[in-house]
T-cell receptor
Framework: NAGVTQTPKFQVLKTGQSMTLQCAQD?????MSWYRQDPGMGLRLIHY???????DQGEVPNGYNVSRSTTEDFPLRLLSAAPSQTSVYFC??????????????FGEGSRLTVL | GESVGLHLPTLSVQEGDNSIINCAYS??????FIWYKQESGKGPQFIID?????DKRQGQRVTVLLNKTVKHLSLQIAATQPGDSAVYFC?????????????FGTGTSLTVIP
């Protein structure tokens, strides 16, 4: 299994540009989520989904859109990038069936710089 | 909002010693408390979790202690090794019918001195 795969690993954007960060998982996980990680602030939840067709906002959703058309994929869209969105983005997934655990499976991260 | 904080941003220990990383949390309604390890340039990796109705859980070389009275969580690493050098995050998990909400602390950087 590849686990959680994020692309691209690095991206530089100019203010106002749009882009999509891709996330795919091959573990048949119902739950998928996006976090951003900034120095000294830990991981903050942007959006999450508990299944295809279902998405919800996390702590810091402004400026980001998501969709979940399949179980495997959960893309994160920046419609008009701003310098404040410079960060490292992590996608994470988790199975919801069976025993509840705190185990999230993370991708390797996507480092985004907005100039 | 949620507040999950760590007592110390950095910790240095000698190889072979035991490490203790501490965390304070604010929400008594959380169902699970979790520790993650993040190595440089990588995504966080699950270490161990503890359900809110427990006070201790042991894994391989790690022990998590939960003190609900003072809302304190700790991770103990026995016989710390150079490979344990990383940033450690505590997190809370709140489960509901609409999904899982994780809240992460800011991290403690552990350096193991050979």
């Amino acid at each position: 299994n590849a686990g959680v795969t994020q692309t691209p690993k690095f991206q530089v954007l100019k203010t106002g540009q749009s882009m999509t960060l891709q996330c795919a998982q091959d573990m048949n996980h119902e739950y998928m989520s996006w976090y951003r990680q900034d120095p000294g602030m830990g991981l903050r939840l942007i959006h999450y989904s508990v299944g295809a067709g279902i998405t919800d906002q996390g702590e810091v959703p402004n400026g980001y859109n998501v969709s979940r058309s399949t179980t495997e994929d959960f893309p994160l869209r920046l419609l008009s990038a701003a310098p404040s969105q410079t960060s490292v983005y992590f996608c994470a997934s988790k199975g919801l069936a069976g025993r509840v655990t705190g185990e999230l499976f993370f991708g390797e991260g996507s480092r985004l710089t907005v100039l | 909002g949620e507040s999950v904080g760590l007592h110390l941003p950095t910790l240095s220990v000698q190889e072979g010693d035991n490490s203790i990383i501490n965390c304070a949390y604010s929400n008594s309604a959380s169902d699970y408390f979790i520790w993650y390890k993040q190595e440089s340039g990588k995504g966080p990796q699950f270490i161990i979790d503890i359900r809110s109705n427990m006070d201790k859980r042991q894994g391989q070389r790690v022990t998590v202690l939960l003190n609900k009275t003072v809302k304190h969580l700790s991770l103990q690493i026995a016989a710390t090794q150079p490979g344990d050098s990383a940033v450690y995050f505590c997190a809370e998990l709140q489960t509901s019918n609409t999904g899982n909400q994780f809240y992460f602390g800011t991290g403690t950087s552990l350096t193991v001195i050979p």
